[in-house]
């Protein structure tokens, strides 16, 4: 099993691009997540998603969006982006809603 | 939001050393998880606590859940210089609108020397 995949790893964007980071569960999880860490701090929940079809705003919501249309996947759509969205991206799955499993992380700088 | 407040921030320790560290809140959990970074990666979970009073061990990890469910607490015996990495704590709060989602805490920076 792979675990959970992010791509891409690294990413620069400009000030009002827009793209999609991509996150691939394979261990047939429902619930997935979106966190981002920023230095020094801990990991802010942007949002979640308890099955297919189902999503939830988190802590940090603003500036992003996703979508869940199948169990494995659950990709982060970031739109105008902006200096503030600098950060390392992780998404994680959990098969129940305590014990989550975290994927290596996309490093993003919007510029 | 809700706050998790990790302590220490940081530790520098030789190899050998045991290790606390710990998370507090005002709130109370009903699950506390503590997790281990290591640079360029995603966290991985080292200890998963249930109920209030448990105390769990994975090697010469120990984890325990406090009575007031608003604390706990990471040990680590005899450190390696594997055990360099930033550990969280998290925890999901007691609470309908919580279902599902972890508040994490700020992280403890550990620095093993050899």
């Known amino acids: 099993n792979a675990g959970v995949t992010q791509t891409p790893k690294f990413r620069i964007l400009k000030i009002g691009q827009s793209m999609t980071l991509q996150c691939t569960q394979d261990?047939?999880?429902?619930?997935m997540y979106w966190y981002r860490q920023d230095p020094g701090m801990g990991l802010k929940l942007i949002y979640y998603?308890?099955?297919?079809?189902?999503?939830d705003k988190g802590e940090v919501p603003n500036g992003y969006n996703v979508s869940r249309s199948t169990t494995e996947d659950f990709p982060l759509r970031l739109e105008l982006a902006a200096p503030s969205q600098t950060s390392v991206y992780f998404c994680?799955?959990?098969?129940?809603?305590?014990?989550?499993?975290f994927g290596p992380g996309t490093r993003l700088t919007v510029t | 939001g809700q706050q998790l407040n990790q302590s220490p921030q940081s530790m520098f320790i030789q190899e050998g050393e045991d290790v606390s560290m710990n998370c507090t809140s005002s709130?109370?959990?009903?699950?506390w998880l503590w997790y281990k970074q290591e640079p360029g990666e995603g966290p991985v979970l080292l200890i998963a606590?249930?109920?209030?009073?448990e105390l769990t061990s994975n090697g010469r990890l120990t984890a325990q859940f406090g009575i007031t469910r608003k604390d706990s607490f990471l040990n680590i015996s005899a450190s390696i210089p594997s055990d360099v990495g930033i550990y969280f704590c998290?925890?999901?709060?007691?609470?309908?609108?919580?279902?599902?989602?972890?508040?994490f805490g700020q992280g403890t920076i550990l620095t093993v020397h050899p």
């Open positions: 261990m047939n999880h429902n619930y």
């Open positions: 998290a925890g999901q709060l007691s609470g309908g609108t919580s279902y599902g989602k972890l508040t």
């Open positions: 606590l249930y109920k209030a009073g």
């Open positions: 994680a799955s959990s098969y129940s809603i305590y014990e989550q499993y």
């Open positions: 709130s109370i959990f009903n699950t």
């Open positions: 998603s308890v099955g297919a079809g189902i999503t």
